[in-house]
């Protein structure tokens, strides 16, 4: 199989396709976009900025992905929108390039995000994400490896999901999601941890008892979040998952959902 441009699909000179890509009609490619090998670009898809697309992508018909940020302080600067491979990225889905000079929006591989979701400008996706329809992240948002948010959940900027949770449909996340947990409701509280997420990914008996006992300490205890970590380094044996927890924790700016 070769490469296939549609009749009817505009590819700007610059542009580059890798080998197997297909292009199809009215999708308009722009002149510094770059399409690993073997991605499928349906009709009406519009790409475009400093956009480079990994290898075995599908996009569907409709998503726009590359355009400018819908950012008042944007004004022009080249920024970048990068996305890895084996990517599903469904009807009228749309990713933003970051606002300042030399800064990318990065959505990483293995990711599903479906009808309408809204990744933008400067987010950071993480590898396995599913964003279910009509998901908006808003500007500067993260989430981690295999996060999983339900339909037509807001977050709000700067905020953080954990990786391995799971975020229940129309929940407002307007705080970090620790990893591991399931959250619900709006405002969102946190419902347990992802047990059946977690097993499902080779978790081993061993690391789902000490992800369970820190998420004792953290939330059933009535310690506070500070009082919570200093037990958790003292009663739980260190672990990589243990370490990924407590580094989050740490590192929360807004504060976690409770």
Known sequence: MSTEVHGAAIVHDGAELGKDVTIGPYSVIGPDVKIGEGTSVASNVLIDGHTTIGAG??????????TPPQDLKYR?????????DNNMIREYATVNTATNEGDATIVGSGCLMMAYSHVAHDCIIGDNVILANAVNLAGHVTIYDHAILGGMVPVHQFVRIGVHSFVGGGSRVAKDVLPYVKVAGSPPKVSGLNTVGLKRRGFEDSQLDRIKAA???????????????????????SSEEIEILLDFIRGSQRGITL
Do not use: K, P
């Open 57 to 66: 992508n599908t996009i569907f018909h409709g998503a726009v992905l590359g």
């Open 76 to 84: 022009g600067a080249r920024s970048s929108v990068r996305i890895g």
């Open 215 to 237: 998420y004792r300490l953290i939330y059933r205890s009535g310690l506070n979040v500070t009082q919570a970590i200093e037990r958790i380094e003292i009663e739980i044996e």
